[in-house]
């Protein structure tokens, strides 16, 4: 039989104090390591998960025009829509690309006579804050843009025949599904929300989302006689053309500008990676869906040269099949 000072020989040691404080020191170290690569992982996914959207969304578009003579839809407003006696006829209208896709946010509707336009679901990129549409069309693939109140005739951005209207035809030139250049051909693209959703039966008043207008690339900086495309990536002086929201419904990402002078361009570049201040800084990245149907994402650098005055284009992306006339220096 053993004594009782064998016992105690016997008897399993813990940790001491020093040893405790090294295994938290490890940890800790290995936790500083691991977020930040966790951190970008998460990201990453999130910018896979907006490219995933976009490319459903530029699909449901190509079967819009394979359905339409090769014709993207429409972003129209005022027009009186004969198949359901409202106004407006744009691309998110629930008639329009709400046929080709489920529709998960109907709350986007601003009076009793207009065509309801939807959100959620694909249409939301994860990291828009408070998204309830997150994506806009080129205003260049639109297959009308205005029209004729007598003749309800509609035209194509940049063909509208009025005197008033000329000026347009030197912005760009509109495009369908048989375009030339269709890999570089912008179709689709993230941009800012500051359209605020009308509350639905049952929804909260916190429960705000915020809605991409329906079009962007129409305005351009007026450059050595030349409009220039490069303005649109945020490159020039053309502030974003949204109507600045009212008091109380202004967007988380628009939190930091007073006007909108103080968001350069149609890209929100800040959401990848995503940003939590300067929003409107012109750096980051953005996917983009184009007309051949592929969804890639672009930096501001690889999309004009801003060591030249004016900034030019490097063609990479195109608005319209105008843009390289809109490019050229004054002759």
Known sequence: MESNGNIRSHARRGFTLIELLVVIAIIAL?????LPALGKARDSARTIKCSVN??????????????????FPPVIRGYPDRETNKVNSYWSDIGRIGRYLPVSDRSNIASGNENNTVGGGVLVCPNHEAGGRSYSMNI?????????????????????????????ASLGRAFDLSVDLASRMLLLTESWASWQGDLESGQSASSKTFFAQADIGFDAEFKS?????????????????????APGRVPPELSEAKSTTDIKGYIPWYRHPKRFKQFAA???SAPMGFADGH???????????????????????LWSPLDFKMEEPKQ
């Open 225 to 245: 006689s030349r409009y220039r495309t490069a303005s649109r990536f945020g490159a020039g002086n053309v502030p974003s053309p949204f109507a600045w929201p």
């Open 54 to 71: 976009q490319r459903q969304i530029i699909t449901a578009l190509m079967a819009y025009a394979n359905d339409y003579k090769q014709q």
């Open 30 to 34: 290995l936790i500083g390591i691991l």
């Open 282 to 284: 012109i750096k980051g």
């Open 295 to 317: 969804v890639a994402s672009w930096q501001p650098d690889q999309l004009f040269d801003a060591s030249q005055n004016p900034p030019k284009s490097t063609f990479q992306v």
């Open 140 to 168: 260049w693939a639109a297959s009308a843009r205005t029209y004729n109140a007598t003749t309800l005739r509609s035209f194509k951005p940049g063909a509208d025949p009025n005197p008033g209207k000329a000026f347009e």
